[in-house]
């Protein structure tokens, strides 16, 4: 089955570049899109964007400024840069696979811990 | 963006119990509306899609129900392990959004 993994540095200083891969294995990135979502220190789930397999993507306005998605077909991976951290995007970082019609995400890698501190 | 508003914020029940959770949309999002499960140090899990479609793997005693604004997810006999928080997403419109989460814990 699909497994997602992400990877990249557990640690960024303020006003640096976030910079995180997902990795797609069993499968491939055809037909779906390719999600971002964080979760801060004991909040809930905040949506960052996805990127459909064809490269065309959609962010979510309150960070769209600061996100650039891409997707590498050949490598199987899709990846998030985030400009100009701060604290506030200290977060648990998962990316995941979401259906194209419904847009449920049912693939969900283990997540990543980001902390930005200088 | 549209607004998720779930309660209770949290509960606790026993094992067997059936619990309800309701999800509300600031506006329509038609059946545009999943269910996740996280339990903790976890990723989420999906339960439920498009309001009412049971995910592969999951157990039947997990259901969903609403259409428009008004969304429930119902537990039907409570096991230990569904000792977790539950969110409720829209994925109707752009940008995607969550609600706050109900903590669902076993007596």
């Known amino acids: 089955q699909v497994q997602l993994q992400e990877s990249g540095p557990g640690l960024v200083k303020p006003s640096e570049t976030l910079s995180l891969t997902c990795t797609v294995s069993?499968?491939?990135?055809?037909?779906?899109?390719w999600s971002w979502i964080r979760q801060s220190p004991g909040k809930g789930l905040e949506w960052i964007g996805y990127?459909?397999?064809?490269?065309?993507?959609d962010y979510n306005p309150s960070l769209k400024s600061r996100v650039t998605m891409s997707i590498d077909k050949s490598k199987n991976q899709f990846s998030l840069k985030m400009h100009s951290v701060t604290a506030a995007d200290t977060a648990v970082y998962y990316c995941g696979r979401t259906s194209s019609g419904w847009t449920y995400t049912d693939v969900w890698g283990n997540g990543t811990t980001v902390t930005v501190s200088s | 963006d549209i607004q998720m508003t779930q309660s209770p914020s949290s509960l606790s029940a026993s094992v067997g119990d059936s619990v309800t959770i309701t999800c509300r949309a600031s506006q329509g999002v038609t059946n545009y509306l999943n269910w996740y499960q996280q339990r903790p140090g976890n990723a989420p899990k999906l339960l439920i899609y498009a309001a009412s479609g049971l995910q592969s793997g999951v157990p039947s005693r997990f259901s969903g129900s609403g259409s428009g604004t008004d969304f429930t997810l119902t537990i039907s006999s409570l096991q230990p392990e569904d000792s977790a928080t539950y969110y409720c997403q829209q994925s109707s419109s752009s940008p995607l959004t969550f609600g706050g989460g109900t903590r669902v814990e076993i007596k």
């Open positions: 069993g499968g491939s990135t055809s037909d779906f899109y």
């Open positions: 990127i459909y397999y064809t490269g065309s993507p």
